[in-house]
């Protein structure tokens, strides 16, 4: 997959792919690219005839952060998520572009110019029916449509994704992890909520108390469940392990800093420096401060049994 930090230039290298090979675009933010963003790309790769390139326009950082700082959600997916959730998807390329003032400020007609018609110029655009778009959100699919047709461009507004009577949405999505209801989350994202990150040295605790952690360095914009312990699916070098990952601060060692760990059941080796994929998590208990490491360790051990089985999940 092909990948613009913003907008080519009206180069004739680029405009002689377009004219070769036109785009037809998606666009959103698409954080945790959920069952309703993937039901928008589907309908990108349907409506796109042979010889078109399917792409998504998104946003580097959530709009919030420009609209609303300090307030912005934290994120399903990071950037590198997103855009690895794009590929595997079967789009062909991703503008990345940074929401900022010059942006923010074009009206919706100037909008739909400066993205698709005059600078990439796609011939379809597909986005969901709830999409808003331009200065103050004044944009809505019903303008979207009139002003694409009227340039024979083509323009599908797609249903919102259904869950149990409400809508699939980023937002339900944040509210259970945040809610440690992982199963919730997978059934929304289509997909298994997941944490990467790479391992670097820790405390060593784990180790001399007989279950060696992974200390995971999670990017800060990534949303998390809340403190506990999890059981979980850790991925490295193409293999799957079950385990335990424990979020929080080891309150029992009066630690200060949040930190994410996990054991890996029946792994032997070391992983520092390596990357490592969580994957499956369901709550197990919350996190509390234990009498003493002896009661710790007895707890851990009740602990790993419930991942004795992966009938678990």
């Given at each position: 997959m092909k990948i613009y930090h913003g907008l080519p230039d009206h180069d004739a290298a680029y405009a002689a792919v377009r004219a070769a090979h036109p785009l037809v675009i998606a666009i959103g933010f698409f954080d945790g690219f959920h069952r309703g963003h993937r039901?928008?790309?589907?309908?990108?790769?349907?409506?796109?005839?042979?010889?078109?390139r399917a792409g998504?326009?998104?946003?580097?950082?959530?709009?919030?952060?420009?609209?609303?700082?300090?307030?912005?959600?934290?994120?399903?997916?990071?950037?590198?998520?997103?855009?690895?959730?794009?590929?595997?998807?079967?789009?062909?390329?991703?503008?990345?572009?940074p929401f900022d003032a010059p942006l923010a400020s074009l009206g919706p007609d100037a909008f739909l110019d400066?993205?698709?018609?005059?600078?990439?110029?796609?011939?379809a655009m597909v986005v969901g029916e709830n999409f808003r778009f331009g200065a103050k959100r004044a944009g809505d699919?019903?303008?979207?449509?009139?002003?694409?047709?009227?340039?024979?461009?083509?323009?599908?507004?797609?249903?919102?994704?259904?869950?149990?009577?409400?809508?699939?949405?980023?937002?339900?999505?944040?509210?259970?992890?945040?809610?440690a209801d992982l199963a919730t989350a997978d059934r929304?994202?289509?997909?298994?909520?997941?944490?990467?990150?790479?391992?670097?040295?820790?405390?060593?605790?784990?180790?001399?108390?007989?279950?060696?952690?992974?200390?995971?360095?999670v990017p800060a914009e990534k949303l998390l469940p809340p403190d506990g312990v999890y059981a979980a699916t850790g991925r490295h070098d193409g293999r799957d392990y079950r385990g335990?990952?424990?979020?929080?601060?080891?309150?029992?060692?009066?630690?200060?800093?949040?930190?994410?760990?996990?054991?890996?059941?029946?792994?032997t080796g070391s992983l520092y420096g390596e990357e490592l994929a969580v994957r499956d998590l369901r709550f197990v208990r919350g996190q509390r401060r234990f009498a003493s490491v002896e009661e710790l360790m007895e707890q851990m051990r009740a602990d790993a049994a419930t991942v004795r089985f992966p009938s678990f999940i």
């Open positions: 039901a928008i790309v589907r309908e990108l790769l349907r409506i796109r005839q042979p010889g078109e998504v326009i998104t946003f580097r950082d959530h709009p919030a952060t420009f609209l609303r700082p300090g307030q912005e959600p934290p994120l399903v997916m990071t950037l590198e998520e997103r855009i690895n959730s794009f590929a595997r998807a079967g789009i062909d390329e991703a503008f990345v572009l400066q993205t698709l018609v005059l600078r990439i110029g796609a011939r699919v019903a303008f979207a449509r009139a002003y694409l047709g009227e340039r024979g461009l083509r323009f599908v507004a797609v249903a919102n994704e259904d869950d149990d009577g409400e809508r699939v949405s980023s937002t339900r999505v944040r509210a259970a992890i945040a809610a929304l994202l289509g997909a298994a909520y997941s944490v990467r990150g790479r391992v670097v040295l820790g405390h060593g605790r784990g180790h001399d108390l007989g279950f060696p952690t992974a200390n995971i360095v335990l990952v424990s979020i929080g601060t080891n309150p029992t060692f009066d630690g200060s800093q949040r930190t994410v760990e996990m054991w890996l059941r029946d792994f």
